[in-house]
């Protein structure tokens, strides 16, 4: 979502937004459904920069597989 200039101030609580003439809503919206846009790109920023660090599970080679079966639609293999 783009940021849009606030037109005016109707109420204390409620402002006119400018949106294009493709946005097909009303432009006077509650105060509190507006955020300032540089807080969005800082909070979105913090979220790509978190990185998660998962250890590396051990992993084996299968020798044989000796029986199969189905437990809860599920494959399960004895090996």
Avoid: C, W
């Amino acid at each position: 979502m783009k940021p849009y200039q606030v037109k005016g101030i109707i109420l204390t609580n409620a402002i006119e937004l400018d949106f294009p003439s493709t946005v097909k809503i009303h432009p006077v919206v509650n105060v509190s459904r507006v955020h300032r846009y540089k807080d969005q790109v800082e909070s979105q920023k913090k979220k790509r920069l978190a990185l998660v660090i998962i250890e590396a599970k051990k992993e084996y080679e299968v020798e044989k597989i000796l029986n199969k079966k189905k437990f809860r639609e599920k494959d399960q293999y004895l090996v």
